[in-house]
């Protein structure tokens, strides 16, 4: 399959809003990769079509992608020749890496028309919002391969990978599912939670009673257990188990021969607050000392989850039964703290005492919910308070897909109270509405200082906006040294002006709170 009929189906369905039009569209793409017969080009163009790559990381950002080559007019390059290219860059290492990495993607662009240019430096910036969720991309497999979608879905969900499912049934028919089923040792899609506004409305979306959880700003991972054999993995389903000798060590220090848990691991400091958040995530790097990191700050492991123990597969049981297993099983050091009402007053403080402590918030679960591995189910609920700041747009980039046309992702800056100059801390193209992409995008082509037909619009520092955020971190991309965790624009601010912007100064106390 040419690399050029996914780039267009990636841009077809970018273009559509209808769920129907996108599932219709890529499956007729799966249909034809199908064709070949080639069970890892189905994977392939399933992860793609994702936005992700099978190889995960590539040591390739949207820094390396700033300068490309002219493209090239006839379209030649392959899927499988594409993923044989990004799995060249991925491997190069030591030194001089970093100018031949950089060769190999200007060969890969060069070789590439307009149209493969641009999914393929989304794909490799994490900037490939054709809408092609993990829902549509379900349907689409189950449509192409002409089987239920809730046979896809629940493979997809035992299985921890669409990609894999997909190349299974698309090869091998409905009767391939079946080898997709809940195995200790292969990761689980996890479950995901939905968002309520406060205890109160959560209590209520639960049917009256909830099950509330100290939500920990950590890690969350999956352990596996075989006997003696423990694997740890993250939430996309990396495998870390060599970076986490502490969950592993949990893990073998419970009575039972097979476990697949759902757990947070966290730094905590020694009054038992958390550390900031990069804490923990830096046990997650690949370059760590692992034995010195972990004697310099060891992790704590919380269980909040249950899917299968000693042969009996939970996930398909009630909440309540497999908090009472998991209750039985792990003893009280690693368990998160808990509170069970239909009291939004009790709820509340319970809320009041986990912020007060250093956590994020609360989850709130119905106590009949089964484990929806891999979904966003309606029987979880996350609570936390939203922080806000008005911060000043500094440059906007053009949109792909549905934004086409559109200048869609913002760049945000805080003003510096002694230069009065505005700092970068990231930027964000969550949130936006269609009504408000097209404001924006009048609005700042008025603003724009220099040229507007690149990839990137510099406009003058006059638009404030409201951004809500989960938390500051550090960062070293950034010149103010910090960024921000998970933006997203809740409004322009037209009754402010940019002296009336938030500070370094307010940044750096979110950051001190740990927030």
Known sequence: MQLLDVATASADVGASSSRLAKTARIADLLRRAAADGDADQIAVVVSWLSGELPQRQIGVGWAALRSLPPPASDAALTVSEVHARFTEIGQVAGEGSKARRAELVAALFGAATDTEQTFLRRLLSGELRQGALIGVMADAVAKAAAVPAPAVRRAAMLGGALPAVAAAVLTGGEDALHQFTLTVGRPVGPMLAQTAASVSEALDRLGGTGVFEAKLDGARVQIHRSGDTVSIYTRSLDDVTGRL??????????????????AEAIALRADGRPHRFQITASRFGRSVDIAAAAAAQPLSVFVFDLLHVDGTDLLDRPAAERIAVLDALVPDRHRVDRLVTDDPAAAQAFLDATLAAGHEGVMAKSPGALYEAGRRGA????????????????AVEWGSGRRTGKLSNIHLGARDPDSGEFVMLGKTFKGMTDAMLEWQTARFLELADGATDGYVVKVRPEQVVEVAFDGVQTSSRYPGGMALRFARVLRYRDDKSPAEADTLDTVRAFYQRGS
């Open 245 to 262: 000798p502490e969950v592993v060590d949990a893990a073998l220090a419970l009575p039972v021969t097979e476990l697949i848990a759902d």
């Open 379 to 394: 029987g979880w609920l996350k609570v936390k308070p939203v922080h806000t700041l008005d911060l000043v747009v500094l």
